[in-house]
């Protein structure tokens, strides 16, 4: 047969060509680097003179839904009207499983671009052949490249059933030359002109962050990249998050991830020599754990001075260490950490690590002691952890330590951080003030399915625990100081909806305040204000931090919540520097103000670490923070207050009512200005929310309802 493959370069056509030239047929590989443009149509008619059969495998990736569906349809159309003229007996075209899903392409422009493709070539009166695919195993490493950014990766929350390119090329070289008639399971018969849909899912689900951090553990790296920490961010929605990829009728591929990792091992070896797996890990089997621990990171003994000391030795500390090496690649740097535990990405505490099955402590790791280790120390880094400094002497450039050593120092960060508020029951095994590793193993130990824990505060923190642990099988009890639940964040129609998501997933919600309590050997009683006693195998208490700023304050620094900076993050003490959760610094949008989010950390440690590394550079981020509660998930920038006066663009409905599960929510002051914005289940928007606070600073708005539609709901 003579079969035209469009997109013959890439992955799919590549793999298609040579299977189909292999099997004896003539190939007319056609792209725009050999002619041929589907787009303009350039070179089509040529391409398709004679033709038997056509597959078209074009990809174009947007995030803009317009672009994407000008491309597909216009290719479609362009394909449909040469091959019609040229009596072209099959067409068969690649497309994605569950991309006409409206749930799921909503969020997605590309989807949307594919099921414009679909309806287009359903519609052409053509003999058309449609290929559903899930995600291939090589769009991994694709999505690394373009999502990695220096050691981090945030992928889109995506489950999937991955497959192998080259299986979904097999199914596609069958159905173009399949002769006329011959019908499958799982295709659609009897339409009259026949459009057939055949179905090809890989045998394992996972989320495109499981696999990818499997890739990057045991092949060393996936698409030129070896992040140390794949984070996973709710870019595309509900839909796509929890399985709307995944079909529930397909064929189903045997070739599995690791089957799919050995072939990729194989394919690297020079010689198929029998060492590659001294390289690299086996595919199969567990991977070892690393234990972040005081033994992981502790280096060498206490020098006598650094040229860089960091107090403290949490995120803000490690993204000032990679601050730091930017500018100065040698000066010696000492981290002093009271924690016994190496830095984690801290938001895992509360989220990755208790719903991600394949997430682990190691994983989370900012600061690794584990030999040749990304994340691990340099030469010229000691991090000393389980390590308290008891004093700052500004003027003598020292700090002293518990024990009594003296270190000397050319710049100082305090990078303290905070410490929970305690309320009326005091910390023990099975009393938890959620903060820190040790909190998370220890709950992690009593949390187990059947249990009864009760939680204690229904702010952020709370709220998040209390959903996990449900996720996790475990009973729940929230007590809050009132309800709808979040009220002081969310408008009263969203904390209601929130309020009845976590009754319906089974959580029991007590309005009250804690006023003390009991704990045993085999669990807890906390009591209420009104006499209400709640017993439990365990609580968990969040109702706030304190920044610790009692370092500072007993050294001389100004201190007013939190230790003030200026917008380098210098304190007024010469060559000490301030960031993460104890810094009170000048928003360039909002003001002076105090963040406790990992945004925040990140963003002013690295800023901090390079200026103290001589760069000079102010600090101009307005951090954002983002949550996950059950299926619903959010982004946020700025004063969450409803105090403020907010104005909610919900998406809408089937019913033509607002939908509570898609939407943006403005917070204004008094003269018109933003100061917040909500993004919920809306993404990529962070920028946008930014743009908007500045520019109504400088142009308040006189109506807040002309800023519906100002950062687009879908």
Same mark, same amino acid.
């Given at each position: ?7 013959? %370069? ?23 680097s050999t002619g041929v443009d589907a787009f303009t149509g350039r070179g089509l008619r040529e ?76 519609? %052409? ?7 559903? $695919? ?32 080259? %299986? ?12 006329? &008639? ?80 050995? =072939? ?8 198929? +020599? ?5 390289? *690299? ?17 502790? /280096? ?25 090496? /930017? ?47 990304? $994340? ?11 390590? =308290?400094?008891? $004093?700052?002497?500004?003027?003598? *450039? ?5 024990g009594g050593r003296s270190v000397r120092y050319g710049k100082l960060l305090l990078t303290t ?40 505060? &229904? ?62 050997? !085999? +669990? ?19 109702? +706030? ?7 500072? =304050?007993?050294? +001389?620094?100004a201190v007013d919540n939190g230790v003030l900076v200026d917008e380098h993050l210098r304190t007024?003490? *010469? ?46 981020? /307005? ?7 059950? !299926? ?11 105090? *403020? ?52 600073? !400088?142009?308040?708005?006189? !109506? ?11």
């Amino acid at each position: 047969m003579r079969i035209v493959v469009l997109g013959a %370069s890439g992955t799919l056509g590549t793999l298609l060509v040579d299977l189909l030239r292999a099997d004896g047929h003539e190939v007319v590989a056609a792209s725009r680097s050999t002619g041929v443009d589907a787009f303009t149509g350039r070179g089509l008619r040529e391409a398709f003179a004679g033709a038997d059969a056509v597959v078209d495998s074009l990809s174009q990736v947007s995030f803009s839904a317009a672009k994407a569906i000008a491309f597909f349809t216009t290719t479609a159309g362009n394909i449909c009207a040469e091959a019609r003229r040229a009596g072209v007996g099959r067409l068969v075209c690649v497309s994605i499983a569950g991309a006409t899903d409206g749930e799921v392409n909503k969020a997605y422009g590309y989807y949307r671009g594919k099921a414009a493709q679909e309806h287009a070539y359903r519609s %052409s009166g053509l003999p058309v052949t449609l290929i559903h $695919s899930t995600q291939w195993f090589e769009l991994v490493p694709m999505m690394l490249q373009m999502t990695t950014l220096g050691p981090v990766a945030l992928m889109p929350t995506m489950r999937m059933a991955p497959v192998a390119a080259e %299986s979904v090329a097999r199914l596609v070289a069958e159905e173009a030359v399949r002769p006329a &008639g011959d019908q499958k399971a799982g295709s659609d018969a009897g339409r009259e002109p026949p459009v057939r849909t055949v179905t090809i899912r890989g045998p394992e689900t996972a989320t495109a962050a499981e696999v990818a951090r499997r890739m990057v553990q045991v092949l060393g790296s996936a698409g030129g990249k070896a992040p140390r920490r794949i984070l996973e961010v709710p870019l595309f929605g509900r839909a796509m998050a929890s399985g709307g990829l995944i079909p529930e009728a397909a064929i189903v591929d045997g070739v599995t991830l690791g089957e799919w990792m050995q =072939r990729q091992q194989k394919r690297a070896e020079p010689h198929g +020599g029998q060492d590659h797996q001294d390289q *690299h890990r086996s595919a199969e089997g567990p991977l070892p754990a690393l234990d972040p621990s005081a033994e992981g990171v502790h /280096t060498d003994e206490v020098r006598e001075a650094y040229d860089y000391v960091i107090v403290g030795a949490g995120m803000a500390a490690a993204k000032a260490i990679e601050g730091i090496r /930017t500018e100065d690649a040698s000066g010696s740097i000492g981290v002093f950490g009271a924690d016994t535990a190496a830095p984690v990405y801290r938001p895992d505490l509360s989220k990755t690590l208790w719903v991600d099955p394949e997430a682990s402590l190691e994983g989370s790791l900012m600061i690794s002691g584990a030999a040749g280790s990304d $994340s691990a120390p340099d030469a010229g880094t000691q991090v000393h952890l389980g390590t =308290r400094v008891a $004093s700052l002497t500004p003027d003598e *450039h020292s700090i002293t330590l518990a024990g009594g050593r003296s270190v000397r120092y050319g710049k100082l960060l305090l990078t303290t951080g905070a410490e929970p508020r305690t309320a009326g029951l005091e910390p023990g095994d099975r009393v938890i003030y959620y903060r820190t590793v040790a909190d998370y193993r220890r709950l992690r130990e009593l949390a187990v399915p059947g249990a009864h824990v009760v939680v204690v505060g &229904g702010g952020y923190i709370g709220t998040e625990v209390a959903a996990v642990l449900t996720q996790n099988r475990v009973r729940v009890t929230l007590v809050a100081t009132g309800e709808p639940l979040l009220a002081q964040m969310f408008p009263a129609s969203l904390a209601r909806t929130v309020t009845q998501e976590f009754r319906d997933r089974g959580v029991e919600i007590v309005v009250g305040r804690l006023s003390g309590g009991t704990e045993r050997e !085999d +669990g807890v009683t906390v009591r209420l204000e009104d006499g209400t006693e709640i017993a439990a195998d365990a609580a968990v208490i969040g109702v +706030g931090v304190e920044p610790r700023t009692e370092l500072a =304050r007993a050294a +001389g620094l100004a201190v007013d919540n939190g230790v003030l900076v200026d917008e380098h993050l210098r304190t007024g003490a *010469h060559s000490i520097y301030a960031a993460g959760d104890v810094a009170r610094y000048p928003d360039r949008l909002l003001g002076v103000r105090r963040v406790e989010h990992a945004s925040a950390a990140e963003t002013m440690g690295k800023v901090a670490g390079r200026n103290m590394a001589g760069a000079d550079k102010p600090y101009r981020t /307005t951090p954002f923070f983002w949550s996950d509660l059950f !299926d619903y998930g959010y982004e946020a920038v700025g004063e969450l207050d409803t105090r *403020h006066t907010t104005l909610e663009d919900w998406a809408v409905g089937a019913d033509g009512e607002p939908d509570h599960s898609t939407g943006v929510v403005y917070y204004l002051n008094p003269v018109g200005s933003v100061r917040g914005v909500l993004l919920w289940n809306v993404w990529d928007s962070v920028k946008l929310a930014r743009e908007l606070i500045a520019r109504t600073a !400088d142009e308040p708005v006189t !109506d807040p309802a002309s800023l519906k539609g100002s950062i687009p709901v879908g």
